[in-house]
């Protein structure tokens, strides 16, 4: 589906990441293989350090983490926030809505818009549709989209597939309507019949978690996890992603009437390393053009990954800069999103730790 909003405008975003790092090779012994293929592994696919919360950190401590720091240097007044959107899929709890949690934790008004987004990785650019979308209310001037993800809780230690990979983030962006006469791009596609090359099978209410499900059991790959762990089916999540990403942007810049060497910038969702490179390539953008150095240093945060590629590596140009930047989310559900926008000259955007 192709949308076009009108006179909407990004003004912040700040990214909040947990302050416990760990480090690949000091888990290297947990994974069923030898420590040459490890490295060999690290190499190719970007493991590294990421960050992960601490046993009792949820979603609404990292988001009020936030905002609070938001609220403190006068970045954000709470009597502004007309809507919060939060996407996650970790959750405080199934009942209430962690939005709720969050509005009561920060004590906003009441005369406000709060929803929770049931979305993964391409959870960022579907949280900005909505927000754009409330936009159009009289009376909603400013809304802030939560993303936030703690997944590294529902990892296998023992999984070499996933567990290097996953980290812990939450972002905070702010999003106004704009007098000026600009045009943002958008695309929303998804695939239910894929839903569960990225899965948690036990733990809702199809599979409630019991003694059963935490069961660990070992795949023919040597990853040992229990229904209740994350399970992903990588080549197939990979195959996917070259599949269907490329069209997917090929016809947002169609709809733009944009070049692709017109975008200054490609900030994508990243999964690693290996597949960023290698959809860079498909796409014949330079790899300058789409930053895959999240990863790495951070860990894959779901969708979180895109705001934190803006602000790590873009940061302080964009306070008085302007890009055309291109975002795609892809992954769980299958689903995969994508927005064309021009962004600068942000009241802030940067990158801070979480501490408790």
Same mark, same amino acid.
């Given at each position: 589906?192709?949308?076009?909003?009108?006179? &909407?405008?990004?003004?912040?975003?700040?990214?909040?990441?947990?302050? $416990?790092?760990?480090?690949? =090779?000091?888990?290297?012994?947990?994974?069923?293989?030898?420590?040459?293929?490890?490295?060999?592994?690290?190499?190719?696919?970007?493991?590294?350090?990421?960050?992960?919360?601490?046993?009792?950190?949820?979603?609404?401590?990292?988001?009020?983490?936030?905002?609070?720091?938001?609220? =403190?240097?006068?970045?954000?007044?709470?009597?502004?926030?007309? #809507?919060?959107?939060?996407?996650?899929?970790?959750?405080?709890?199934?009942?209430?809505?962690?939005?709720?949690?969050?509005?009561?934790?920060?004590?906003?008004?009441?005369?406000?818009?709060?929803?929770?987004?049931?979305?993964?990785?391409?959870?960022?650019?579907?949280?900005?549709?909505?927000?754009?979308?409330?936009?159009?209310?009289?009376?909603?001037?400013?809304?802030?989209?939560?993303?936030?993800?703690?997944?590294?809780?529902?990892?296998?230690?023992? =999984?070499?597939?996933?567990?290097?990979?996953?980290?812990?983030?939450?972002?905070?962006?702010?999003? +106004?309507?704009?007098?000026?006469? $600009?045009?943002?791009?958008?695309?929303? $596609?998804?695939?239910? &019949? *894929?839903? =569960?090359?990225?899965?948690?099978?036990?733990? *809702?209410?199809?599979?409630?978690?019991?003694?059963?499900? #935490?069961?660990?059991?070992?795949?023919?790959?040597?990853? %040992?996890?229990?229904?209740?762990?994350?399970?992903?089916?990588?080549?197939?999540?990979?195959?996917?992603?070259?599949? +269907?990403?490329?069209?997917?942007?090929?016809?947002?810049?169609?709809?733009?009437?944009?070049?692709?060497? +017109?975008?200054?910038?490609?900030?994508?969702?990243?999964?690693?390393?290996?597949?960023? &490179?290698?959809?860079?390539?498909?796409?014949?953008?330079?790899?300058?053009?789409?930053?895959?150095?999240?990863?790495?240093?951070?860990?894959?945060?779901? *969708?979180?990954?895109?705001?934190?590629?803006?602000?790590?590596?873009?940061?302080? &140009?964009?306070?008085?800069? %302007?890009?055309?930047?291109?975002?795609?989310?892809?992954?769980?559900?299958?689903?995969?999103?994508?927005?064309?926008?021009?962004?600068?000259?942000?009241?802030?955007?940067?990158?801070?730790?979480?501490?408790?």
């Amino acid at each position: 589906m192709n949308l076009k909003f009108h006179n &909407k405008k990004i003004t912040g975003i700040l990214t909040v990441l947990p302050e $416990n790092e760990v480090n690949f =090779d000091d888990e290297i012994d947990n994974y069923d293989c030898s420590r040459g293929q490890s490295m060999k592994l690290k190499l190719i696919m970007g493991y590294g350090k990421r960050r992960v919360v601490k046993k009792g950190t949820t979603v609404s401590d990292l988001c009020v983490f936030g905002m609070n720091y938001l609220f =403190d240097n006068n970045l954000l007044k709470k009597d502004e926030v007309d #809507a919060m959107i939060l996407v996650t899929q970790s959750p405080d709890h199934f009942v209430p809505a962690t939005s709720h949690i969050i509005h009561g934790r920060l004590d906003l008004k009441q005369d406000m818009i709060c929803l929770d987004i049931n979305q993964a990785c391409s959870g960022y650019p579907i949280g900005l549709n909505q927000a754009f979308m409330l936009l159009e209310q009289d009376e909603v001037n400013k809304v802030v989209v939560l993303n936030a993800d703690i997944m590294s809780r529902k990892v296998s230690v023992k =999984d070499r597939g996933s567990r290097p990979l996953t980290g812990d983030a939450a972002a905070i962006t702010i999003v +106004e309507n704009d007098s000026s006469d $600009n045009i943002i791009y958008g695309t929303v $596609n998804l695939d239910g &019949k *894929g839903a =569960d090359a990225l899965i948690i099978p036990a733990g *809702g209410f199809k599979m409630p978690s019991t003694s059963e499900t #935490a069961e660990l059991k070992t795949d023919k790959s040597g990853n %040992s996890r229990s229904l209740d762990h994350l399970v992903m089916k990588g080549d197939d999540v990979f195959n996917f992603v070259q599949k +269907e990403v490329p069209p997917m942007i090929e016809n947002l810049l169609d709809k733009a009437g944009s070049d692709k060497d +017109e975008v200054d910038y490609y900030m994508f969702h990243q999964p690693n390393k290996f597949m960023l &490179k290698k959809l860079a390539d498909k796409m014949g953008v330079s790899h300058e053009k789409m930053p895959y150095n999240i990863v790495e240093n951070f860990g894959n945060s779901s *969708g979180v990954s895109i705001p934190t590629t803006i602000t790590y590596n873009l940061g302080e &140009k964009l306070l008085t800069n %302007s890009f055309l930047i291109c975002l795609a989310g892809f992954g769980a559900g299958l689903s995969w999103a994508s927005l064309l926008m021009e962004m600068g000259n942000l009241d802030f955007c940067e990158t801070i730790d979480y501490t408790d």
